[in-house]
Every structure is written in structure tokens, then in C-alpha cells.
């Protein structure tokens, strides 16, 4: 079954950190861009870092910007989204989007920022919810 799975969400203290997982089942995650993106209630669903599918160049929302980190992990074909320095503001379903098509051509920073449904991706996972909160 072809199908990404997000996982490692859960509720953590602010200034606390978390590790989400976007792991890939049926096909090969390094010949796909990879996106993280974030939907909070009541928000505008917001990208919050990508990977390049070809040369690892990444991009990072400025509200995440030196707290975030996204990886790859080729040998797990798992995608990584650390989190530190977590903020209540953090708080939203993640979801993990991967295509090797358009997104995966364009600046790695358009994947993140261009806004489209997550159908517009080849594969998107169920989304991890994280919360942070005291």
C-alpha cells in the first residue's frame, strides 16, 4: 500500500521539543520533495518546512525558522521534523506531503508556500497532532 504515515505528536511543555515522523510505504521517499505543514483551528493551513527532492535544500517558515529541523533519513525512507524550543503557538495538526512531480521540480520553497490542498501532492499522511501547553 502506497501511503505515508505521520507520527511522534503529542503535548508537550513549552520550551519542550518533539520529533515527528513521516515515514513512506510502498515507494521510495528520496525521489520525492517533502513538505511539513501545519493547520492550527480556526487558521490558515501553513507550510512549515520543505525538503528538495534533488540537492537536500531545505526552507523554513520564519515562524519556525532556527527552532525546526527537517532531515532525511534514506536507509528508514523516513523524513524528520525536529522541533525545539516549542511555543503554544506551535500547536496545530501536522501533516507530511511528498511529490515527485511538479513540487518536486519547483524551488523547494514554492512547495512550501504556494497554499494548494494537500491532494495537489502525490501522497499526504493523516496528520500528528502537537500541543503545547503548561
Known sequence: QLQLVESGGGLVQPGGSLRLSCAASGFTLDNYAVGWFRQAP?????????????????????????RFTISRD???????????????EDTAVYYCAADSTLWSITPVQTMCTALVPLSE??????????????
Open 42 to 66: 480556526g487558521k490558515e493551513r501553513e507550510g512549515v518546512s520543505c525538503i528538495s527532492r534533488h540537492d537536500g535544500s531545505t526552507y523554513y517558515a520564519d515562524s519556525v525558522k532556527g
Open 121 to 134: 501532492y502525490e501522497y499526504w499522511g493523516q496528520g500528528s497532532q502537537v500541543t503545547v501547553s503548561s
Open 74 to 88: 534514506n536507509a528508514k525512507n523516513t523524513v524528520y521534523l525536529q522541533m525545539n524550543s516549542l511555543k503554544p
